[in-house]
C-alpha cells in the first residue's frame, strides 16, 4: 500500500490561507507522482494479457518516457520509446532523460515531428508492430482509462477537509482522475503547461462531475517554456518550504496558486492541497537548456 503525506507550506498567506502539498514525488525515487499512478493498472494488465514488450511515445525530456523505463526494467519487460525528434539520435549522451532511459534498457525510435503528429494513426501503429514485434500501447504521457483509474486513488478521506485540490494539467489524465474521487463541495483546479483549449475536451472524455476548472494564464509560453522568474520562483519557493519543484508542471501550477492568493481569488480561511506530481529528474534537462540561454539554473 502507497502512503503519501500531505505537507504543509509553510509561507505567509493571507486571509487564514493555507496550503497544503501532497507529496506524489516521494512515491518512488524514479517511477514517481501521478507516472507511477498512470502505469499501475496499464502494466497490471499488460502483464496479465502476457505481453513482453511495452511501447509508448514522448519528447526529448519526457518525464513519462523516464518513468516507464524504469517501471519495465524492474517489471521484466522490454521497453520502446518512440521520440519526437530525428535529430536526437545522435545526442543521447547529451540528453539526461534519453540516456537515463537507455541506461534502464529502453530501445529508441526517433521519428520527425511531422511523423509524430500522426503517431496515433493506425497504419503507423502497424508499422510499429512490424518493425517491433507484438507490443502493449501506453499513449503518450500514459493517459488512458487505466491511467484515470490509478489517479482516482490519489486522493484520501482524509483530503475531504479541503476546498479546492490543484494540480498541474498535461494530457489530462491526473486531473481527471481527481475530478472522479473528489468529494461534494470540493474544487478541482487545474494550471495547464500547454496553450489551447483542446485540453477541456479531453477532460471531458474522463471526468465525471463538472466540478473542475482550468486556470490557463501560467503556462509561461506553452510546454516546457520557463524564464528567469519562473527559475527564481522556483529557487525561492525551495529555500522557504525545503520543496523541489520541477520547472514545467508543479512549479507553474504553485506559481499560479500563490498568485492567486495575492489576487484574493480564495475566500478568507480556505484550505488548498496541491499535487506534486513528481517530475523531478527534467529539472536536469532544462539546466542544460537554461545554461545555453545565460539563465540562471534551478538549484537541485
Not at 33 to 43: A, V
Not at 144 to 161: F, H, K, P, Q, W
Request: charged share 25%.
Amino acid at each position: 500500500m502507497i502512503t503519501v503525506r500531505n505537507q504543509k507550506v509553510k509561507l505567509n498567506l493571507p486571509n487564514d490561507i493555507s496550503v497544503f502539498m501532497k507529496r506524489e514525488d516521494r512515491i518512488h525515487p524514479f517511477v514517481s507522482g501521478n507516472k507511477y499512478r498512470k502505469l499501475k493498472y496499464n502494466l497490471e494488465k499488460a502483464q496479465s494479457q502476457g505481453y513482453k514488450t511495452l511501447l509508448t511515445f514522448g519528447g526529448a525530456y519526457s518525464n513519462h518516457i523516464a518513468a516507464t523505463a524504469v517501471a519495465a526494467q524492474q517489471q521484466g519487460f522490454r521497453a520502446i520509446g518512440v521520440i519526437r525528434g530525428e535529430e536526437l539520435h545522435n545526442l543521447i549522451d547529451e540528453n539526461p532523460t534519453l540516456r537515463f532511459a537507455q541506461s534502464c534498457g529502453m530501445k529508441f525510435k526517433f521519428i520527425s515531428r511531422e511523423a509524430y503528429r500522426v503517431k496515433n494513426a493506425p497504419a503507423f501503429v502497424n508499422d510499429l508492430r512490424s518493425e517491433f514485434g507484438d507490443f502493449f500501447l501506453i499513449p503518450e504521457g500514459g493517459t488512458n482509462t487505466l491511467a484515470v483509474r490509478g489517479c482516482e486513488e490519489i486522493l484520501t478521506s482524509g483530503d475531504a477537509m479541503f476546498d479546492y485540490i490543484c494540480c498541474p494539467v498535461g494530457t489530462g489524465g491526473t486531473i481527471s482522475g481527481l475530478i472522479n474521487c473528489s468529494k461534494l463541495g470540493q474544487q478541482v483546479l487545474g494550471f495547464p503547461a500547454l496553450k489551447g483549449d483542446f485540453l477541456r475536451e479531453e477532460i471531458r472524455k474522463f471526468a465525471n462531475n463538472d466540478r473542475w476548472k482550468l486556470i490557463t494564464d501560467y503556462h509561461f509560453g506553452g510546454y516546457a517554456k520557463i524564464n528567469e522568474d519562473l527559475v527564481r520562483f522556483l529557487n525561492d519557493f525551495k529555500r522557504q518550504t525545503q520543496i523541489p519543484l520541477d520547472p514545467v508542471y508543479t512549479g507553474k501550477m504553485m506559481y499560479g496558486i500563490l498568485d492567486l492568493v495575492k489576487k484574493g481569488y480564495f475566500k478568507e480561511g480556505t484550505q488548498i492541497l496541491a499535487i506534486h506530481t513528481g517530475g523531478l529528474q527534467g529539472i536536469a534537462g532544462m539546466n542544460e537548456r537554461l545554461k545555453k540561454k545565460n539563465i540562471p539554473l534551478i538549484e537541485l
